[in-house]
Each structure stands twice: as structure tokens, then as C-alpha cells.
């Protein structure tokens, strides 16, 4: 590990390093172990992020379980819309050939017609002609 002071850089010494090993130990090991209450928190807050753990890994799973049962019954419902759309694709093109034969017949039936009644008004004045 290498310091800077005063622009100088050096290598930290044996002083140094027994220097921060004292602190690290009082800080963290004496904070912790000396007492007992220090154990205590200490056990509480491990318990405690413990089973704040627990419970994310739960709601992570249900979480997981309830997207896959929506995305399964979103693909059902997408299918099922897929055939009614072809259901309904089909009727119309049904309907549409329909319409087109009812329309040429319907035409056909007014040229038979139309062709009748110049028969019949043909032979209605050839009656009075005689």
C-alpha cells in the first residue's frame, strides 16, 4: 500500500501497519466481542437481515410464479382471439361470395324479367291487333 504526503510518495512501515492493525481491532473486533450487548445487536441485526432475505427470495418467487401464470393466460387469451379472427375471416368471405351470386343472380332474374315483360307486352298487342 503506498501513502502520499507532502507530494512524497513512500512505502507505509511496520509502525504504520501495527498502528491500523490496532485500530481495525478496536474498532470492530472490541465493538462486537467485549460485551454483551454489543453480541446482541450484533446477532439481532444478522437474524434480522437473515429474514429479510428469506422474504425477498419468497416474493421473488411468487412474483415469478404469478408473471408466468399471466404470460401463460395471455398467450390462451391471443389464441383464442387468433381463431374467433379467422372464425369471423372466413364468415365474411363467405358473406362477400354470397352477396357477389345473390347480386348476379338478382341482376340475371331484372334481365329475365325485363325480357318477360317484353314478351308479354309483345303478346298483349298482338291480342288487340286482333
Do not use: G, K, V
Given at each position: 500500500m503506498w501513502c502520499c504526503t507532502h507530494d512524497t510518495f513512500f512505502?507505509?512501515?511496520?509502525k504504520y501497519t501495527k498502528e491500523i492493525s490496532k485500530l481495525f481491532h478496536k474498532v470492530f473486533v472490541n465493538s462486537i466481542g467485549a460485551d454483551a450487548t454489543g453480541v446482541k445487536y450484533y446477532r439481532v441485526a444478522v437474524v434480522s437481515l437473515g429474514l429479510l432475505c428469506a422474504l425477498l427470495l419468497v416474493v421473488i418467487i411468487w412474483m415469478g410464479t404469478k408473471h408466468t401464470a399471466e404470460r401463460d393466460q395471455q398467450q390462451r387469451n391471443k389464441d383464442l382471439l387468433q381463431l374467433t379472427n379467422n372464425n369471423?375471416?372466413?364468415e365474411k368471405?363467405?358473406?362477400?361470395?354470397?352477396?357477389t351470386n345473390l347480386t348476379a343472380e338478382k341482376e340475371m332474374l331484372q334481365k329475365a324479367s325485363g325480357e318477360?315483360?317484353?314478351i308479354t307486352d309483345l303478346c298483349s298487342s298482338d291480342e288487340h291487333l286482333e
Open positions: 512505502s507505509p512501515s511496520a369471423l375471416t372466413q368471405d363467405h358473406c362477400q361470395a354470397r352477396n318477360y315483360s317484353t
